[in-house]
């Protein structure tokens, strides 16, 4: 299962329980929780729903990058 660290700085930088986040995204608090912590993988349009609330990048979100506005970018030459 995939794990999202970013996920619960996000939410804590915006003062958000996961009670009222789960509220938000209509849905169920252990249902988030276990995004959260990875005992659930994140589906690919709750991450899109999420980068939108958060207005972050997906890579952001994925860990790709630091910079939450930034997009991953590959060095490597082909």
Do not use: C, W
């Amino acid at each position: 299962m995939g794990y999202y660290p970013r996920l619960r700085d996000l939410r804590e930088d915006r003062d958000l329980s996961i009670r009222k986040l789960a509220e938000i995204l209509h849905m169920q608090r252990t249902t988030y929780h276990n995004y959260e912590t990875g005992k659930r993988e994140l589906p690919f349009e709750l991450a899109v729903t999420l980068a939108k609330f958060y207005n972050v990048s997906l890579d952001y979100i994925g860990g790709l990058t630091n910079d939450p506005a930034q997009h991953y970018k590959d060095n490597r030459t082909n």
